[in-house]
């Protein structure tokens, strides 16, 4: 599949724009583990294969196992994963799929115990920024595989 166009290069202020959404959201105080895992589970559902190679890159250099990668998309079957987590992946998958049943109020209910209100408010917006993210890069086809994890220094 090829490029449509760069977005970042076409109009600057796109990526300006959403890596300082991107900023807040890695800065919310919500755990890595837990952006990386919505990350990904938002960018299976909406077929985001640039971000899917991100993000499971990503998780898998900071400790994410093989397995629980494979897994995500039946973690309601698999028993990998935290209660936390679990709410954070239905919550996930209720934003993404918004149109479908505009989130009803028994998964409010089910996963509101899990977060603060400011947590569950900062994993919506995370959610918002993912699925924002994936709508880019499948709009315009961003290629999988050119993404290349950068190294963190000691200092960072």
């Known amino acids: 599949m ?12 796109v990526s ?3 890596l300082k959404l991107e900023e807040y959201v890695q800065h919310c105080g919500l755990e890595r583990s837990l952006l990386l895992l919505i990350e990904t589970r938002a960018s299976q559902i909406n077929g985001c294969a640039f971000c899917l ?3 499971t890159q990503d998780a898998r250099a900071e400790g994410e196992s093989e397995q629980r990668l494979y897994l995500l998309s039946a973690w309601r079957e ?3 994963y935290s209660d936390r987590e679990r709410a954070a992946l239905e919550w996930t998958e209720a934003i993404t799929l918004v149109a ?5 109020d028994e998964v409010y209910e089910r996963v509101h115990p899990h977060f603060t209100d400011e947590e569950l408010a900062n994993l919506t917006l995370a959610i918002n920024a993912i699925n924002s ?3 880019l890069n499948v709009a315009f086809r961003t290629p999988a ?3 290349h994890r950068r190294q963190k220094h000691e200092n960072s």
């Open 145 to 147: 595989g050119i993404y």
């Open 78 to 80: 698999a028993p990998f």
């Open 100 to 104: 479908a049943d505009h989130v009803p």
């Open 16 to 18: 300006q724009a959403m």
């Open 2 to 13: 090829n490029a449509r166009l760069n977005y970042a290069k076409a109009a600057p202020g």
């Open 53 to 55: 190679d991100m993000h």
């Open 133 to 135: 993210w994936n709508r």
